[in-house]
């Protein structure tokens, strides 16, 4: 296996980074993969090396604003000015294109955690034709809140400055999700019942930042499209969609969300839409302290697809 990094420039002149894992023989598939909001692609490294040794050719970005990206480029927590969400959109299929090498002719995979499946859901609304199958972990539903947290977003936006930290609209989503736990001993807890793994995302320096007020602009308004009766019927009807996540997720609302983002899918005529929960794990399910779970799942949902997709 080789790792290895690259700096792409992204059509709007903003520098992007990108993580890079080619297997050492046949490459049996693509997979890219897009981070969660308040971290990175780095911490991915576990998960992207396991499918690598299994054939995959893997990629993974760090968003406008996040890890070495924002790090290259001036800002945590800041997609851009205007129309962020669509720019981070995009900034996905620059990133995939550019780094098909000759792997054209074997299937292509996107998956998106937390924030990420929220950039993989607009993604495969606009460009389901480009891959072959799309993973959604740790997602969640848009309700009435988000609308309101939309509304809250560009007011104070308006009168506390686009960049400045959005420390009301970071306790309004995040700060409420370590309630539903007890005995917790950080404000991270809700990440994974694995403590070691909450004090690597508490120690590491690009992760748990609170964002700026355009980034929650931003984020809420792609939530409100995503979520768009019109939006979702352009998804191809035919492409293979798993859902994964933990029945202790507040982000999904411990699985009620989960499913009824399948059943947006199913209503807009999807034929292939896959719900797999997993017992007692919280957000980060590739961060659990039974991960290997996930991985069985997701690699045995590959296969079957990799199988449907060469005949």
Same mark, same amino acid.
């Given at each position: 296996?080789?790792?290895?990094?690259?700096?792409?420039? @992204?059509?709007?002149?903003?520098?992007?980074?990108?993580?890079?894992?080619?297997?050492?023989?046949?490459?049996?598939?693509?997979?890219? @993969?897009?981070?969660?909001?308040?971290?990175?692609?780095?911490?991915?490294?576990?998960?992207?090396?396991?499918?690598?040794?299994?054939?995959?050719?893997?990629?993974?970005?760090?968003?406008?604003?996040?890890?070495?990206?924002?790090?290259?480029?001036?800002?945590?927590?800041?997609?851009?000015?205007?129309?962020?969400?669509?720019?981070?959109?995009?900034? %996905?299929?620059?990133?995939?294109?550019?780094?098909?090498?000759?792997?054209?002719?074997?299937?292509?995979?996107?998956?998106?955690?937390?924030?990420?499946?929220? @950039?993989?859901?607009?993604? @495969?609304?606009?460009?389901?034709?480009?891959?072959?199958?799309?993973?959604?972990?740790?997602?969640?539903? !848009?309700?009435?809140?988000?609308?309101?947290?939309?509304?809250?977003?560009?007011?104070?936006?308006?009168?506390?400055?686009?960049?400045?930290?959005?420390?009301?609209?970071?306790?309004?989503?995040?700060?409420?999700?370590?309630?539903?736990?007890?005995?917790?001993?950080?404000?991270?807890?809700?990440?994974?019942?694995?403590?070691?793994?909450? /004090?690597?995302?508490?120690?590491?320096?690009?992760?748990?930042?609170?964002? !700026?007020?355009?980034?929650?602009?931003?984020? !809420?308004?792609?939530?409100?499209?995503?979520?768009?009766?019109?939006?979702? /019927?352009?998804?191809?009807?035919?492409?293979?969609?798993?859902?994964?996540?933990?029945?202790?997720?507040?982000?999904?609302?411990?699985?009620?969300?989960?499913?009824?983002?399948?059943?947006?899918?199913?209503?807009?005529?999807? /034929?292939?839409?896959? %719900?797999?929960?997993?017992?007692?794990?919280?957000?980060?399910?590739?961060?659990?302290?039974?991960?290997? /779970?996930?991985?069985?799942?997701?690699?045995?949902?590959?296969?079957?697809?990799?199988?449907?997709?060469?005949?």
């Amino acid at each position: 296996m080789k790792k290895r990094s690259m700096e792409l420039l @992204i059509s709007d002149g903003h520098r992007v980074f990108v993580r890079i894992y080619e297997p050492d023989g046949e490459v049996i598939g693509r997979f890219h @993969i897009l981070h969660g909001m308040g971290e990175h692609g780095g911490r991915y490294d576990a998960f992207a090396t396991m499918l690598c040794e299994q054939g995959y050719f893997v990629t993974a970005h760090d968003h406008r604003g996040h890890g070495q990206t924002a790090e290259m480029n001036g800002k945590l927590g800041y997609f851009a000015d205007e129309n962020g969400f669509n720019r981070v959109v995009e900034d %996905v299929y620059e990133v995939i294109q550019h780094v098909r090498y000759d792997y054209k002719k074997v299937p292509v995979y996107i998956f998106g955690h937390s924030m990420g499946s929220f @950039i993989a859901r607009r993604f @495969i609304q606009l460009y389901s034709d480009v891959v072959d199958g799309c993973i959604l972990c740790g997602t969640g539903i !848009t309700t009435r809140l988000h609308k309101i947290g939309n509304v809250v977003a560009k007011t104070v936006a308006r009168s506390k400055g686009k960049e400045a930290k959005g420390a009301l609209m970071n306790e309004m989503s995040l700060g409420t999700f370590n309630k539903q736990f007890k005995n917790t001993k950080t404000g991270f807890d809700w990440l994974t019942s694995d403590q070691d793994e909450v /004090q690597k995302y508490i120690d590491d320096p690009l992760c748990g930042f609170i964002a !700026t007020n355009q980034f929650f602009v931003d984020l !809420t308004d792609g939530l409100l499209l995503i979520n768009r009766k019109d939006e979702i /019927q352009r998804v191809r009807k035919d492409l293979p969609i798993l859902l994964i996540s933990g029945c202790e997720d507040p982000v999904g609302n411990n699985g009620k969300g989960v499913y009824k983002v399948a059943y947006q899918y199913k209503k807009a005529g999807l /034929q292939h839409v896959v %719900v797999y929960m997993f017992e007692g794990m919280r957000h980060e399910i590739l961060n659990e302290v039974n991960k290997e /779970q996930v991985y069985q799942v997701v690699t045995r949902w590959l296969k079957a697809n990799d199988k449907t997709t060469a005949n």
